[in-house]
């Protein structure tokens, strides 16, 4: 081929390239999407084109499409059964201790529920009591077992979890086990191969079904649950893996009728996933012992409005004298900055415990350009030295505290599918704060020489590592 059709066939291209970045770049920021991550897309498919577009095509979109559609579909037939179970459970709503009436309400009107009484928390505090606490509330199942994991590995706790569930399988009990690709993207097909041939109903999520979302890899089921015979429900930080033995993690088990609403959580997604309407047999619990109120709030990229970002806006809003909140993965928009800041400014105690050593190097890099904003605030920032710090805690003054999935990142905030219990008890707060203070302690104040002292490289990379952030 002569040179001058080669150059003439490349600028073609490079021309083509040009006029499609630039039409998806004014795609991207009419898009409903975070200022920062707008800015971000912008500047990448103008000035790199080739690249970024193929990218775009994966990465780009801010809704999931059908799952919503679908869940509306299932109304056509269970609408009436849902609609008398959502009543019964508000029946339990539990009277709004001051300062939750605001959070109460947005919980509300999110999910369709209230907060509810009559349930009993246990704060489940690293990996092997959280599993320890598991196997056993698997073992003493009589009807069924909902088993929903974000991240499973073939090691030493995902095979003990597994073989406590065939087990169960064996005797009668029903098992549902569902999972997200993406996340289990190096499970062997022999785990669940193992299951299925044990008579366990086994998923994953399936962000790419439908035509609409067959590149959409973006978007993932973050989501950490397990609830046995509609009484016990587990909610938090942990997946299915030895690593997590190591880690600094919290989560959450909850008896009573809260646990319901976390089953209702995954009866959804497994209705997204499978097509098929999960029929169990769940009468409210009650429990006589307790009386803590709990709220399950699920968000994620299917909802009409930013829903988890919103409900995280809000918790920070609401803070009056204390604040504090824990997050391995630290790259908050520009919107969750400023209520941050606000919150300092007004004199609220804002402490915010990272890990010292975060697992994937581009959200750490990026962390560590909001030191000098956040510093300059008033907001106190702790690096957690132990270990890896893996939990997602929020506390509000004395008045509510959360443990989930949620990161104070891009991606927990827009993109995931998450789930978040709020309790409002003092005797729970008391222990949320007795942990976090233990973690405190075991931390380091972040100086503004952690950033400021690092070489120049360090620092420019740091500031493209927040650029990228929102394409993540």
Known sequence: ??????????????LVAEVLGVTLAVHAVMQPRSSQGAIAW???????????????????RTRFFGYTEALRSAEEHIGTRVREWLQQMNTLAAKPTPGLEVINALSSN?????????????????????????????????????????????????????????????????????????????????????????GIDVSGFKTTKGRSNRFQINFRNHR???????????I??????????????????????????????????WYWATGQIA??????????????????????????????????????SRARVRLWITSPYFVPDDAMVI????????????????????????????????????LKSGVRLYRYR???????????????????????????LYLNFEATALVADDVFIQQIEAMLTTDLENSVPVMREHYDNKPLPFRIASRIARLASPLL
């Open 386 to 412: 132990e270990r890896f710090m893996h939990q997602k805690v929020i506390l509000v003054d004395n008045v509510v505290a959360g443990v989930g999935t949620v990161n104070l990142d891009n991606r927990s």
């Open 110 to 198: 999110i999910t369709n529920i209230s907060f509810l009484r009559a349930n009993s928390v246990e704060l489940l505090i690293d990996g092997a009591a959280t599993y320890d606490t598991m196997i056993r509330a698997i073992e003493s199942a009589n009807s069924y077992v909902l088993v929903q994991f974000y991240i499973v590995r073939d090691d030493i706790v995902g095979r003990r979890l597994r073989n406590a569930l065939i087990t169960q399988a064996h005797k009668g009990v029903r098992v549902l086990f569902l999972y997200d690709e993406i996340g289990c993207i190096k499970l062997p097909n022999s785990y669940l191969d193992t299951m299925r041939n044990a």
């Open 42 to 60: 912008f500047i990448a498919l103008i000035t790199m084109p080739l690249i970024t577009i193929p990218v775009y095509a994966v990465f780009g």
């Open 279 to 316: 029929a169990l047999t769940s009468p409210l619990p009650a429990i006589e012992s307790s009386d803590q109120a709990v709220a399950i709030v699920n968000t994620g990229p299917a909802d009409t409005a930013y829903n988890c970002a919103i409900l995280f806006m809000t918790l920070i």
């Open 339 to 374: 209520a941050l800041q606000a919150a300092a400014l007004r004199g609220v105690d804002v402490r915010i415990i990272l890990p010292d050593k975060a697992d994937q190097r581009i959200v750490e890099l990026a962390s560590f350009t909001y030191y000098d904003v956040m």
């Open 1 to 14: 081929m002569p040179d001058s059709l080669i150059l003439s066939l490349v600028g073609t291209i490079l």
């Open 224 to 234: 950490k649950l397990l609830v046995v015979d509609g009484r016990s429900g587990f």
């Open 236 to 269: 938090g930080g942990h997946n299915l893996g030895k690593e997590y033995l190591k880690y600094r993690d919290t989560h959450l088990r909850v008896d009573g009728p809260a646990a319901q609403h976390i089953q209702f959580t995954f009866m959804k997604d």
